[in-house]
């Protein structure tokens, strides 16, 4: 359509019931700007995945985070890190962690680390980084 931007990003974002505007619009937000504004076209292929907060817990339900270490939120006495470990991953308390080609992290507040920790493995760390920096971050 005229005025209309064809996109060539190949990202499929998966989000819960609970799900916070922030945590969809911060993802669209980065991605948009490496396409726009620095020429980066992203192809999906290796299967990566990320979650913020408890969305940990379908990945731990599907088995792809049994013995893998892995991160959800923190609050309330870190209760849900261990209802984690009883879905069979390995807690951890970092506010993000990285194992293989799964992300997960730990709340809101990592949303952006977790967008620009995605940009940085599909393009490269330098094009994230000057993203990340014309962003504000």
Do not use: Q, Y
Request: with cysteine.
């Amino acid at each position: 359509k005229p005025g209309f931007k064809r996109l060539h990003m190949k990202i499929l974002l998966l989000c819960l019931n609970a799900f916070e505007t922030i945590e969809f619009s911060s993802f669209v937000d980065v991605m948009s700007w490496a396409h726009d504004d620095f020429g980066c076209d992203v192809e999906i292929d290796i299967g990566l995945i990320a979650s913020v907060c408890v969305a940990a817990f379908p990945l731990a339900k599907s088995g792809v985070l049994k013995g893998r270490k892995a991160t959800t939120c923190h609050l309330r006495g870190s209760c849900k890190r261990k209802e984690l470990e009883e879905s069979g991953a390995v807690p951890g308390n970092e506010w993000l962690i990285v194992n293989d080609n799964i992300i997960t992290s730990s709340c809101l507040k990592t949303v952006p680390d977790v967008a620009f920790r995605l940009l940085e493995i599909l393009t490269t760390k330098e094009k994230a980084h000057r993203i990340l920096e014309a962003m504000g971050f």
